[in-house]
């Protein structure tokens, strides 16, 4: 006979892709309903807050190589819903902008992801805190020496 197989929990790792992997999933239907991917997503997600960022910032912010962004960013030019500008200070560096069309359609897409991962995370009622737990952990991941200094738990978990 063999041996009862014994389960090992999931190590957080996993957990992470797996649900960054499904989460994306869901989102791709949803853009991809409206003519657009995540990665336009991303970009304009940063783009909206309307103080214009670096093409590097826009790469990294959209998980993107420079290659990549460059050939998504002249389609959402070409689209009207983005625009670039020589930085004031570095005149070497590029700026995006959304343009009254990109912020139109950022409302529009938001409104629908919004709801879209709201009832997701509803059911469980701890939206607020994985968004915290999350945002501490991507925090501690960028800035190492920071997190060694705060306490480690949030209402008595880690």
């Known amino acids: 006979m063999a041996a009862p197989v014994t389960r090992q929990p999931p190590d957080l790792i996993h957990l992470l892709t797996q649900a960054e992997r499904l ?94 991962v709201t009832r997701l995370l509803t059911a469980s009622g701890e939206q607020d805190l994985l968004k915290d737990l999350l945002t501490r952990l991507v925090d501690s991941l960028a800035h190492p020496s920071v997190a060694r200094s705060e306490p480690a738990a949030v209402d008595g978990r880690i």
């Open 23 to 116: 989460l994306g999933r869901r989102l791709a239907v949803i853009l991809n309903a409206e003519g657009y991917s995540l990665d336009t997503w991303r970009v304009i997600t940063l783009l909206s807050d309307g103080t214009g960022h670096h093409m590097t910032e826009v790469a990294e912010h959209a998980f993107l190589p420079p290659g990549t962004l460059t050939k998504l960013m002249d389609q959402l030019v070409d689209d009207g819903l983005v625009y670039r500008r020589v930085d004031d200070i570095d005149r070497r560096r590029i700026r995006a902008y959304l343009t009254p069309r990109g912020r139109r359609l950022h409302r529009q897409l938001s409104r629908q992801v919004e709801s879209g």
